[in-house]
Nanobody, 119 residues
Framework: QVQLVESGGGLVQAGGSLRLSCAAS????????MGWYRQAPGKQRELVAA???????NYADSVKGRFTISADNFKNTVHLQMNSLKPEDTAVYYC?????????????WGQGTQVTVSS
């Protein structure tokens, strides 16, 4: 079982920055993939960014060049630095972790943190 605690959401003007953090209850060395999803009202949850196997990163096309995901292995924390925010980035952001054990996938989610970008 992995518990995820998010922090860092809030209200910001377009063009501004926010940094989200997600602290895991387990060592992130034991987690195969960790990242952020978001869900805007009336839309499906979508992947924003992820770190896979502790090194490679994956970003949604809509955030490439603006968002950066990074991991602090000693603090078992993943950060999402969001720059040049746009109103369309407004959503609830969820931290996600996936562990693969004996070919079984286990998904864990944080409680979500609201990000609101005003125009």
């Amino acid at each position: 079982q992995v518990q995820l605690v998010e922090s860092g959401g809030g209200l910001v003007q377009a063009g501004g920055s926010l940094r989200l953090s997600c602290a895991a209850s387990a060592s992130i060395f034991s987690i195969n993939a960790m990242g952020w999803y978001r869900q805007a009202p009336g839309k499906q949850r979508e992947l924003v960014a992820a770190i896979i196997s502790g090194s490679s990163t994956n970003y949604a096309d809509s955030v490439k060049g603006r968002f950066t995901i990074s991991a602090d292995n000693f603090k078992n924390t993943v950060h999402l630095q969001m720059n040049s925010l746009k109103p369309e980035d407004t959503a609830v952001y969820y931290c996600h972790a996936r562990k693969i054990v004996a070919l079984n996938e286990y998904d864990y989610w944080g409680q979500g943190t609201q990000v609101t970008v005003s125009s």
